[in-house]
């Protein structure tokens, strides 16, 4: 069974409904098909206006090479219908990995960040083009980034959009007539004289209704299409000719309703309060008619139901059918209305559809229930990891009831908290707690909220390097504090596992993860448990013991999920491609990266970098070098908003590494003065630093290939023996050899290539032959090249370590 989280993402690329006893609007066919060279063929028109068959009928003829769209309101949000389009892809595509990245804020009022490169890098490898049809465009109108989707459907390589809404601007922004275009409008989509001859030819009888329905319409599909349904089954109560075309339309509409046979008039009134349904979900609550029948009779009038055959909620009512159809549902007595909604959500709920239950169960009449409804979706989202949902349910929530909550407040916390978004959350807990200050409310929460704020709290400071060990100490107190109800305890042991890893205090660390792990297994807390099984792996991996968190990575992803579309999974997937990329398969690490990144904006920012730093490393691996800067550019402006100043370090190296990679000095001179980077070395030189280790090592390593750039080797060796000796004094054992290759690479960049062999011979004879891996040496741009040289030239003076490096792939030509 699909869950909510799937559903809502197929939810729309399918053919509402196959209309072919529908008049075949031939012209229409014929200039979307005389205009496919064109990037973007535009539907303008009033709902209504046909848009919508015409694009069935378009489709129907090729499916296999057309991928459907239609807008929802949580669409005005660019990363949920970026992910939405990019799923339409996988439909026909199944293999196409081509993740379109960007970041919303809270404030929907500021244009996301948005990266198309390898988006189109994978449309060009495409064999052949893909037609993608978009409906109701018009939802993007307002929103923040509508020009980025206008710049998307001119330049997609391999793409050729059909785009349909009720908005000119929305469909073609301020580009107006374009070259590359072509626009139909109502004009062309309302029933000229000969085609409404033959819908209502059958119904010569009614001549008098057929003038007056060709007067009043003016060729509106919509209206043209109820006046034949009105004839062939209710002509004998159509005869009041004096109302205005509005009010005319209703009267039909009703008298449809209310004569389509008593038992369909039932099963619309009990019905008429649901957005999407199917059959499985009417059969749970629907008395008094039969449900089969009722839908099969719906389908035949081709008006009051959309369809969408792939989507496991496959029914929704025409707009116009649900506002006649809501109106006789609330004209219900309470308690049945009370009984339909209630029985309606169980079954939501039962199968997962929890956003649409929430929109639903604000139909129930009581709003205790509403309430209660609401807040179990919510400690659910936030335990099952949904938290794309949890969004979309930001987007869309417009019940007064629910949206000021305190709680839903700290459910949109903890989202932004967890997502990485650190100086938003900030931002919404002071709004929170008020004058209280953090250290008063970590040191002595008054209530569950408190709690939860003084939780999330730690977070930020952690990541921000302002948590200091009087705050570590309350923290820790915390765990035994009456307010800190399990879960939640729960994710402060993670917290705790984080800050004792990032102190070198590996038994402690692995005590928290323990019981982080054991209480989130507990809950079926599965975010929670794939966060404190990714800080396990770490531990493992900055212990020099990359196999170990391999296999620890692997048996995780293997066991029974019980929530695999929330992000828990997904969390634990990027950490094993980052650590396949690293170690063993380049290949396997990267796509396995590259599938995850629609998960990235709801994921920490530790996650989110180890999957971006993948991708800009095998970018620059396959020489697409504009590539790696935007996406460093990305990953910047991303990072520079988190509030978290590990993953703006760690980001900064990587400028680094790549302006060395291209030897552009001037780009290396401008990074430094933009990030104040003499600034960071100094502070990270600092005995009494409060930065930890990750930024340390950032820090100074973007010093050495500054320095070596600019030409001034003495002071980057000089960060070298600084780095040797952090590290021997409070870094992680898997950062030796990456600073030690530093020195020799100082070396043979020097010219000094003897010296810099003595080093690496002496470098092995220290390591382990089973711990040499490829991400050992990707931190240094041409450490390679040297490995190369030392095997090729013979240079390797033990066999076992020569033996190691040629089966990762060194020295080719040595063989």
């Not at 929890?354 to 209660?372: A, D, F, I, M, N």
């Not at 000796?725 to 992680?732: A, K, Q, W």
Request: charged content about 20%.
């Amino acid at each position: 069974m699909a869950t909510f989280l799937s559903a809502n993402l197929d939810t729309s690329w399918f053919t509402p409904m196959d209309n072919r006893s529908m008049v075949p609007r031939t012209r229409l066919l014929e200039v979307l098909q005389r205009n496919g060279n064109k990037k973007v063929r535009a539907v303008l028109a009033p709902n209504g206006g046909g848009k919508t068959t015409l694009l069935q009928q378009f489709y129907s003829l090729n499916p296999e090479h057309t991928a459907w769209l239609t807008l929802q309101e949580t669409d005005v949000s660019a990363t949920c219908f970026f992910q939405h389009l990019t799923v339409a892809l996988n439909r026909i595509i199944p293999d196409f990995t081509g993740p379109i990245l960007s970041r919303d804020f809270s404030d929907p009022g500021l244009p996301p960040f948005i990266l198309f490169d390898l988006f189109y890098t994978a449309l060009n490898g495409l064999q052949e083009p893909v037609t993608v049809i978009v409906d109701d465009v018009q939802i993007l109108r307002n929103s923040a980034w509508h020009d980025r989707f206008i710049e998307l459907i001119h330049r997609s390589p391999n793409l050729y959009w059909i785009i349909a809404g009720t908005s000119r601007s929305a469909l073609l922004g301020d580009q107006g007539d374009n070259r590359d275009s072509v626009l139909l409008t109502q004009d062309q989509l309302y029933f000229n004289a000969n085609e409404l001859r033959v819908f209502l030819s059958k119904n010569a009888a009614h001549q008098a209704f057929n003038e007056l329905i060709v007067k009043t319409t003016q060729g509106w599909p919509a209206g043209v299409k109820l006046a034949q349904l009105c004839l062939n089954h209710i002509a004998a109560q159509v005869c009041d000719f004096k109302q205005p075309a509005r009010a005319l339309f209703t009267f039909l509409l009703d008298q449809m309703i209310e004569h389509i046979d008593t038992q369909t008039s039932g099963f619309l009134t009990q019905t008429g309060f649901l957005h999407r349904f199917n059959e499985e979900l009417c059969q749970s609550f629907v008395q008094g008619a039969p449900v089969t029948t009722s839908l099969q009779t719906l389908q035949s009038t081709r008006f009051f139901l959309e369809v969408d055959p792939e989507h496991p909620l496959c029914f929704r009512y025409s707009p116009w059918v649900r506002e006649r159809l809501l109106m006789r549902f609330e004209a219900l007595e309470e308690a049945q209305r009370g009984r339909l909604v209630a029985n309606a959500c169980r079954w939501l709920s039962d199968h997962r559809f929890h956003l649409e239950g929430v929109t639903l169960s604000t139909h129930h009449p009581q709003r205790t229930v509403q309430l209660e409804y609401y807040l179990g979706n919510l400690v659910s989202w936030l335990r099952s990891g949904n938290l794309l949902t949890l969004y979309q349910d930001r987007i869309a929530n417009r019940n007064p009831l629910t949206q000021n909550l305190a709680q839903t407040r700290m459910a949109w916390c903890w989202l932004l908290n967890l997502s990485g978004r650190l100086q938003e959350s900030a931002l919404e807990l002071h709004s929170l707690t008020g004058d209280k200050s953090i250290e008063a409310i970590i040191q002595s929460p008054e209530n569950h909220t408190e709690a939860n704020c003084a939780v999330a709290y730690g977070i930020i400071l952690s990541q921000q390097k302002r948590l200091s060990k009087e705050l570590v100490e309350r923290l820790r107190l915390l765990t035994k504090h009456p307010e800190v109800y399990t879960s939640l305890r729960a994710t402060l042991y993670s917290l705790l596992a984080e800050v004792e890893l990032h102190r070198f205090h590996a038994r402690e660390a692995q005590h928290y993860i323990d019981l982080s792990r054991e209480t989130s297994d507990e809950l079926s807390y599965e975010f929670n448990f794939a966060i404190a099984k990714q800080i396990e792996a770490r531990l493992y991996y900055f212990n020099s013991d990359p196999q170990h968190a391999l296999n620890s990575l692997r048996k995780t992803l293997g066991r029974h999920w019980q929530y695999p579309e929330g992000v828990g999974k997904s969390l634990v997937t990027i950490f094993y491609g980052y650590l396949l990329y690293r170690t063993v398969d380049r290949e396997a690490g990267y796509q396995t990266c590259l599938a995850q990144c629609s998960t990235l904006p709801w994921l920490h920012s530790d996650t989110q970098f180890a999957a971006y730093q993948t991708l800009v490393r095998e970018t620059i691996r396959r020489q697409q070098l504009d590539t790696a800067r935007h996406l460093l550019t990305f990953m910047e402006r991303v990072s520079s908003c988190s509030g978290s100043d590990r993953y703006y370090a760690q980001v900064m190296l990587e400028h680094f590494r790549l302006a060395t990679i291209n030897q552009d000095t001037a780009w290396a001179q401008s990074l430094a003065q933009e990030c104040c980077l003499t600034r960071h070395i100094d502070e990270s030189l600092e005995p009494d630093t409060t930065l930890d280790w990750i930024s340390q090592l950032s820090w100074l390593m973007a010093g050495v290939f500054y320095y070596r750039l600019c030409g001034n080797p003495n002071e980057s060796q000089k960060l070298v023996q600084q780095l040797l000796y952090l590290n021997i004094e409070s870094g992680f054992s898997v950062h030796f050899l990456s600073i030690s290759l530093l020195d020799l690479w100082l070396e043979y960049n020097s010219g000094n290539k003897h010296s810099a062999f003595i080093k690496l011979n002496d470098l092995l004879s220290k390591t382990s032959s089973k711990d040499l891996h490829l991400g050992l040496f990707d931190d240094i741009p041409g450490s390679e090249r040297i490995i190369h040289k030392a095997l090729v030239d013979n240079h390797i003076t033990s066999n076992t370590h020569r033996t190691a490096l040629l089966e990762l792939g060194f020295g080719v030509l040595a063989h």
